[in-house]
Nanobody, 120 residues
């Protein structure tokens, strides 16, 4: 599986962005697709994940109610809709696919990052 993330950019606080993660190659019906982010000087952190087959979603507390993860199985693409963005959401966002959230880092496939900058 190869993953290609896109959709980052510069937005004002309170604004919205939608990130996309296009998957190609072998499909991963038993996997989850997830989004992680890494802010300057900080460790990478989990943002959201979705089971590819059933669409069950998981969110970090910091983004609950503001971010929505989804996937389009026909297009083999996952999305992260980010609303009510805050300056602290500024980070490089990565999409990943793996057998579980905990195992994505060690066993997952990762796309390149896309930079999200939220100005105050």
């Amino acid at each position: 599986v190869q993953l290609q993330a896109s959709g980052g950019g510069l937005v004002q606080a309170g604004g919205s962005l939608r990130l996309s993660c296009a998957a190609s190659g072998r499909t991963f019906s038993s996997y989850l697709m997830g989004w992680f982010r890494q802010a300057p000087g900080k460790e990478r952190e989990f943002v959201a994940a979705i089971t590819w087959s059933g669409g069950i979603t998981y969110y970090a507390d910091s983004v609950k109610g503001r971010f929505t993860i989804s996937r389009d199985k026909a297009k083999n693409t996952g999305y992260l809709q980010m609303n009510s963005l805050k300056p602290e959401d500024t980070a490089v966002y990565y999409c990943a696919a793996g057998p579980s959230i905990a195992r994505m880092t060690s066993e997952g496939r990762w796309g390149q990052g896309t930079l999200v900058t939220v100005s105050s």
